[in-house]
């Protein structure tokens, strides 16, 4: 398969090659102008969380609206956006020890839950407060299958807020840290 590869590109080069002193004779300049169908970009007002010294077995919570992070629609499309996390590190050592992010939102044994909740939610989750698992998994941040929300467009803006479940055992004194990822797809 390779070498079909290489004498194909060989064949092209040898072609180009050829016709390169009959282009430069008379050449002319195309220019091509265009405008993109879809720029999707979002920005996120907050972008860390320092909670500082933690205890074990603990629920923190973002107050809103001073902690809560506001996500906007900076393209010109209507975006449906989405979540995953993943497991937090020993930022000294990452590769020595690190809390297992849950699937479900509970916690355990060096697990920990991440859970979010959109301003104004109420309607989803599974303690119906609105708040969210975090998992591993990508999964529906804004709109939401089986919601009454519709894709954000150019210039819409939501907030969210966070909740961490520390593990319920821990080694302490050890500074951790985890990425939230949150991605935007045209609708």
């Known amino acids: 398969m390779k070498v079909v590869i290489t004498s194909i590109v060989a064949a092209i080069v ?3 090659i050829i016709s390169l002193p009959a282009l430069a004779q008379d050449s002319t300049t195309i220019t091509i102008t265009m405008t993109g169908l879809n720029e999707i970009s979002i920005s996120l007002d907050k972008t860390q969380w320092p909670l500082g010294t933690i205890a074990s077995n603990t629920e923190y919570v973002t107050s809103p609206p001073i902690e809560w992070c506001t996500l906007t629609v900076e393209g010109n499309c209507n975006v449906n956006t989405f979540i995953v996390g993943d497991d937090a590190a020993w930022i000294s050592d990452p590769n020595a020890y690190e ?3 849950s699937s479900d939102g509970t916690n355990g044994e060096h697990i920990y839950g991440l ?3 959109m301003s104004g ?6 303690l119906s407060d609105g708040f969210v698992p975090v998992t591993k998994t990508q999964s529906e941040f804004w709109p939401y299958s089986g919601g009454s929300g519709s894709s954000l467009a150019p210039g819409d803006a ?3 807020g966070l909740r961490l ?3 319920a055992y821990f080694i302490s004194g050890r500074q951790m840290q985890t990425q939230i990822t949150i991605s935007a797809v045209a609708a």
């Open 115 to 117: 859970w979010f909740r």
């Open 99 to 101: 809390w297992t992010l």
């Open 14 to 16: 040898l072609v180009l």
């Open 158 to 160: 939501k907030q969210f």
């Open 165 to 167: 479940l520390t593990p």
């Open 121 to 126: 939610d109420t309607t989803r989750g599974p």
